[in-house]
Each structure stands twice: as structure tokens, then as C-alpha cells.
């Protein structure tokens, strides 16, 4: 099973690192317009090999993607200082229409998987470029959530004292600073949390969320002041969502791909529960009882993300 990675920064370079401790696939090609950075990534990560999981890991040129089941897309530019956000989607957009095509024409029939922030509107372009090509919307996705979701489900786990795998909880709508933390929906071992934490006699009060709010909407801003930049996290994000697709796993994550409507915004990409498997997205996002007040805060994520993709329409015709 042949993986393909284009962009091999932080993220994606950690993202090979984390196929390879998982023994994700078995062979992994790595691509970027910065050839040496490429091939010596592709050596490094390959001398990790004999402490892990063998596959074989090698820098490669976009005819090497043939023949990929998965292709992440984690290629982009830089915001420079003074640039609006939305100058910074208009490059971006530009890198994407260069890029998708390419992955499209050699890997024709891969599921691709886009890293490239903002991610929500990024998988918009990405698949509007890939469309055009014939590649249905269902094997076009984004990262999403994924990370904002462990983030809390850990952090739920750390405060009432259990493993984190036994606590479900999402986080919807942007990756970003609008992100809704459905708490109305989270369970721990499939009791709703406040039942839980009423038995256990452990605080979930409004000062509690709002900590667990802040940490896990400010974790990267966090991160980032501390060291530049977050990678582990999205790696093993990547790492996780590759491996469900090539074991054809159909488990829900919290991914971005373009939806007709998502809490009352039309043709937009924001992140919600979505059934993943071998050949892509399957079906609708996954319904979930929200509160009035977690809709409202998904309606105004979703808003924010649909005006900017507008924005981006309207600079770019050909979007």
C-alpha cells in the first residue's frame, strides 16, 4: 500500500515519521519543490525504519505518486508580514491549482487528504480543482477537527480520570478560532458527561469548560509561541486518518469535505462527524443533537468560513 505526501515541511515530514512508527502502508514517496530538503528528509526518516516498521520511504517527483492509494497534501506558503488572510488564500489557492492536478493526472484514483491551513477553506479549493477533473467531493478531504477533537477528549480524560479512548466528544465547524466545542454530546464510556461526572462527584462547572475551552482553542497559538510551530499533533493526526482509509476502517472523525449545507449555510467545508472508510467520505456528515446554543456558535463558524470562500470566489474565477 502506497502512500504519497507532497509538501514535506514540519507536517509533512512528521506525518512520514508517524506512518512509519505506526507501519502505515509500505511504501512512502515524499515530494516538494525544494528537491534536497526532500531527498534528505526521505534519507532520515528511512533510517528510522530498522527501529520501527519495514516499508520503504524515498523522495520522488510526481510520477512516483502512481499507483497511491492515499495522497497528503500538506504543500503551501507562508503568510509574509502585513499580508491579509485572504492574500494569504489567494497564493495558496494558486500552489493548489498547480498541485492538485498534478496528484490528480498520477494518482487518479487516490483518496487525497489536505494538511495545508486554513484547512477548511483549503479543501474547498482542493476539491472544487479536483472536481473539474472528475474526482468526486467524498475523496476530498481535510484534516479538520481531528487534532481540536483529541485536544479535548484529552483533556476531558485528564480531568475526570480515564483513558482518553473512552471518552467521545467533537470539536465542529472551523479549525480555527471559531470552533464549537459540542459538550452537549460528549459521553465518557457512553454516559453523558454531566451524568458522569454527578456520580463520580467531580466539578463540571462553567469555570471548568471554559479552562478546558481555552486550552483547547488556544493550544496551538500555545504551541507555537513556545516552539514556532505544531507538528507532532497533525502528524499523528495524518498518520491515523491515512491508516483508516487503507484498512478501509469506516470510523467517524471529525474532517472537512464540501457539503451542500452544514446548520444552515449552503456549499460549505467546515468540519463535523463523518462516517471515513476505503473510498473516501461515506455519505452525509453524522447528525448530532446539539444544544440551541451549539448550533447558533456552528451557524456563525460555518458563516465565517462560507464568506471568506466567497471572497476567494469572487477574487478567483476560476474557483
Not at 495522497?71 to 499580508?83: F, L, R, S, T, Y
Not at 474547498?124 to 467524498?138: F, I, M, Q, R
Request: hydrophobic fraction near 45%; glycine fraction near 10%; include cysteine.
Amino acid at each position: 500500500m502506497k502512500v504519497g505526501i507532497v509538501g514535506t515541511g514540519m507536517v509533512g515530514a512528521t506525518a512520514a515519521y508517524a506512518l512509519i512508527m505506526r507501519g502505515v502502508g509500505r511504501e512512502i514517496v515524499l515530494i516538494d519543490i525544494n528537491q534536497a530538503r526532500t531527498q534528505a528528509e526521505a534519507d532520515d526518516l528511512y533510517h528510522a525504519v530498522p527501529f520501527a516498521h519495514a516499508l520503504d520511504i524515498h523522495a520522488g517527483d510526481y510520477p512516483d505518486l502512481a499507483g497511491c492509494r492515499v495522497v497528503i497534501v500538506a504543500a503551501g506558503v507562508g503568510q509574509k508580514p502585513g499580508e491579509t488572510r485572504l492574500e494569504l488564500l489567494g497564493r495558496n489557492a494558486v500552489v493548489f491549482k498547480d498541485v492538485i492536478p498534478k496528484v490528480v493526472t498520477h494518482a487518479p484514483n487516490a483518496i487525497i487528504v489536505v494538511a495545508t491551513n486554513p484547512v477548511d477553506i483549503m479543501t474547498h479549493v482542493a476539491a472544487k480543482v479536483a472536481g473539474k477533473l472528475g474526482v468526486p467531493s467524498s475523496r476530498v478531504f481535510g484534516s479538520g477537527t481531528t487534532l481540536d477533537t483529541a485536544r479535548f477528549r484529552a483533556l476531558v480524560a485528564r480531568h475526570v480520570g480515564v483513558d482518553a479512548r473512552h471518552v467521545h466528544a467533537y470539536v465542529l465547524g472551523e479549525h480555527g478560532d471559531s470552533e464549537v466545542l459540542a459538550w452537549s454530546t460528549a459521553t465518557v464510556g457512553g454516559v453523558p458527561l454531566a451524568e458522569w461526572c454527578t456520580h463520580r462527584g467531580i466539578a463540571l462547572d462553567d469555570e471548568v469548560k471554559q479552562r478546558i475551552d481555552y486550552n483547547v482553542r488556544n493550544a496551538a497559538y500555545t504551541i507555537i509561541n513556545g516552539k514556532g510551530a505544531t507538528y507532532y499533533g497533525i502528524g499523528s493526526a495524518l498518520a491515523r486518518i491515512t491508516d483508516i482509509v487503507l484498512r478501509d476502517e469506516r470510523a467517524i472523525l471529525t474532517i472537512c469535505t464540501p457539503q451542500p449545507e452544514i446548520a444552515g449555510v449552503k456549499e460549505v467545508t467546515v468540519a463535523m462527524p463523518f462516517l471515513l472508510g476505503g473510498s473516501g467520505v461515506i455519505g452525509g456528515h453524522h447528525p448530532l443533537g446539539l444544544s440551541s446554543d451549539e448550533q447558533q456558535k456552528l451557524h456563525k463558524s460555518a458563516s465565517l468560513i462560507r464568506a471568506l470562500i466567497s471572497e476567494l470566489e469572487a477574487q478567483d474565477g476560476e474557483l
